[in-house]
């Protein structure tokens, strides 16, 4: 008996406008599901991030809401016939959504499920379309971190029929949801990694890293799987096969499914290279090369049909049953029914967009290789031997013919990696190659200006006279520490991180002047000259301490030492001469009103009072004017007896010495 439990989504309405109608998919962070847009009567895709997802504490803080956005908006700008595009976004009780175009038909790995794998022409007209979404995210600085069959959809047609592959429109989805979960989310980036773990390039398992090379590598990974049926590695344990990727070459197709051109396997080794150097520069770059194989099986499938014997995939349940013979035919496809066209498809072309219609040098080999048989058939008259002479001869032309289309216009790429850009340069254009030059990158291995990467490869094979881009070295990337003081702690974090800095939090410490969750400093300093990938230590604010320090500064050491100690405060003293009165504290550290702890030191300079000087002689003089000397020398005076009358003591004597302020005793009588 099976047991199902209810979607709580089902028929909801989120924001007051998308009825929820049913479920499509359950993927490793979120569900898909259909809704109508009640506002524009629409069908929609609707992807909500799993519960489990939000309920990281880490994903809870309003910093992840925000990335979700960025991507979100991100995704909405790319505009592209082959991106399932976005068209709003949100949160419904507390889990974020994207609301996506409705794409009715099925996923890539619905239809790998269903026939094991595709013929070349299928397999390279789905993977140009791939490549076309993925190349145009890719110009907008946009990585997708999650090629897999499962976000590549295949339109149907409107009747409802089953789409032709070669004509069908391929359309990818999901650009950036893995980054921005992944980015909020610490413990979960090892789920993400392992939720693809197929396709995964070997840099993002050994560095972490992503950028548009590494698509190209999950592409190259979809390629093989569609024309072997089969991913190359296989594990019991998923981080046995992301190692798998770091430590090994992937197999060339033809190795599990003998009789494939030996242009789909340069195609699928140039792109599943493990140095991402050695792999085209992005989507784009991989998109023009596919073009150039479907254009070579193209002229090779007008001379002649090439029939594979069909070899069981080994390993896949799909593969298990008997499939038909493959046929490899002529991949230009027929014109593209109307629903099927691409925008920049005009109506009545009998090509898609990127196939060559001019007279091509195969197109006129073969007008010339025609009009020959003609002639040689005229002079062959009805002679039994003339004609096959005429057809070996017709043979040989065929045969130099293909040799030359197929291998001999073609020549190896020269080793121009590591030389300076000029010689590189100089070098190849004496081979009679064209040379462009890409966008230059950083590198710590290889000098300032020389060639960091080279596309073809080296050794890898080019036509004659075709063109080499060449990659540039920026040398060393070195930067200053950014300034984050007085940020609080995730947008320093955030900063840092986009400077490609490892950020680290030491311990936070109190500060009487920046509030909590603020960074207060920097180890290294701000300014100080770093590499990427550097350690950076932040400092953090816990605001104010508990305790305030009095203010002790004009009172008796005495009085101070009473209230330290009721604070839990401890008191040190240093005597200064000065002339306030002895015990008064003259100064103070820190300062009053600055924020302690218990237990803390303050620190308090103490006068040792005025100088001591010698106390004059009075005696026989009158009583006033004495009087009058002592006070004007600081001491004060005190008078017994008559103070009209003549001093007849003092008290300190003559010549004693004492501080400014000693009260000295006059008898007058």
Known sequence: ????????????????????????????????????????????????????????????????????????????????????????????????????????????????????????????????????????????????????????????????????????????????????????????????????????????????????????????????????????????????????????????????????????????????????????????????????????????????????????????????????????????????????????????????PHRRRAATPADGFGERLRELAARLSAIAGGNRVAVIAVVVAIGLVAAMGGWWFGVGRYTEAPALVSMAGKDAQAQAERAGFVVKFGDPRYSEAVAKDAVLAQDPASAARIVRGGTITLTLSLGPERFPVPDVSGKTFDLAQLDLEQANLVVARGPDRYDDNLPKGVVISTNPKVGTVVKPGDKITVTVSKGKAPISVPDLVGRNINEARSDLSKLGLKLTETYKESDKPKDQIIAQSPDSGAGVVTGAEIKVDVSKGPPAVPVPRVIDLPCQQAKQQLESQGFTVGININPNAVVRFQNPTENTPAPPGTQIVLTCF
């Open 1 to 352: 008996m099976d047991i199902q439990v209810a979607d709580t989504l089902l028929n909801s309405l989120i924001d007051g406008r998308y009825r929820i109608r049913g479920r499509v998919a359950r993927g490793g962070m979120a569900t898909v599901y259909t809704a109508i847009d009640e506002r524009l009567d629409r069908t929609v895709a609707i992807k909500i991030i799993h519960p489990n997802q939000a309920r990281d504490a880490q994903m809870q803080l309003a910093g992840f809401v925000e990335r979700f956005t960025d991507e979100a908006k991100t995704i909405a700008r790319l505009t592209h016939p082959n991106v399932v595009a976005v068209y709003d976004q949100g949160i419904h009780g507390g889990l974020p959504y994207l609301v996506m175009e409705y794409v009715r038909g099925r996923t890539l790995r619905d239809i790998l499920a269903e026939r094991g794998r595709l013929n070349p022409s299928e397999a390279l007209a789905i993977m140009e379309q791939m490549l076309a979404a993925i190349g145009a995210a890719h110009r907008a600085g946009l990585v997708h971190r999650d090629v897999k069959p499962e976000n590549v959809l295949v339109a149907e047609a409107p009747s409802g029929g089953p789409a032709n592959l070669v004509d069908g429109v391929v359309k990818v989805a999901d650009f950036g949801l893995a980054r921005a979960v992944e980015a909020s989310s610490e413990t979960e980036a090892g789920n993400q990694l392992m939720a693809t773990v197929a396709y995964v390039a070997p840099e993002l398992v050994t560095e972490g890293r992503a950028d548009p090379r590494t698509d190209v590598y999950a592409a190259g990974i979809v390629l093989f799987e569609m024309l072997t049926g089969r991913v190359p590695y296989d594990a019991d344990r998923a981080v046995e096969v992301a190692w798998q990727h770091v430590d090994r070459d992937v197999p060339p197709p033809s190795t599990l499914v003998p009789g494939l051109p030996p242009v789909l396997d340069t195609l699928v080794v140039r792109a599943t290279r493990r140095d991402p150097g050695a792999r085209p520069t992005d989507a784009g770059a991989l998109q023009a090369q596919v073009q150039v194989v479907r254009d070579d099986l193209g002229t090779a499938a007008n001379a002649h049909t090439a029939v594979l014997r069909q070899i069981p995939s080994v390993g896949h349940p799909a593969m298990a049953v008997e499939q038909p013979t493959m046929v490899v035919s002529s991949v230009r496809p027929t014109e593209r029914p109307p629903w099927a066209r691409l925008p920049d498809q005009q109506q009545g072309e009998k090509t898609t």
